[in-house]
């Protein structure tokens, strides 16, 4: 089962980045970012592919979140710029699948 490590959260204000980074302790087909707000199901943020670096996003995100990977490190990271307070949640990584094994998260806080 691939381990996963998140870093890089923190407190932002509305309009402002941050940039999350996940390292792997494998691979699989695809990878992916997802979330949980408080009270809130955990729902999917976006995911890429290993070999081929191809994306898809939630539409919540499109256009302001990034996913990319090292390959050679085997870390994954999830560039968020222009942040809203509705992007406050606990973000972690995992296989499309969720078949990983959940990590701790790292919380993502935007002020208003």
């Known amino acids: 089962q691939v381990q996963l490590v998140e870093s890089g959260g923190g407190l932002v204000q509305t309009g402002g980045s941050l940039r999350l980074s996940c390292a792997a302790s494998?691979?699989?087909?695809?990878m992916a970012w997802f979330r949980q707000a408080p009270g809130k199901e955990r729902e999917f943020v976006g995911a890429?592919?290993?070999?081929?670096?191809?994306?898809y996003s939630a539409d919540s995100v499109k256009g302001r979140f990034t996913l990319s990977r090292d390959n050679t490190k085997n870390t994954l990271y999830l560039q968020m710029n222009s942040l809203k307070p509705e992007d406050t949640a606990v973000y972690y990584c995992?296989?499309?699948?969720?078949?990983?094994?959940w990590g701790q998260g790292t919380q993502v806080t935007v002020s208003s």
């Open positions: 494998g691979r699989t087909f695809a």
């Open positions: 995992n296989t499309r699948l969720g078949s990983g094994s």
């Open positions: 890429i592919r290993w070999n081929t670096g191809i994306t």
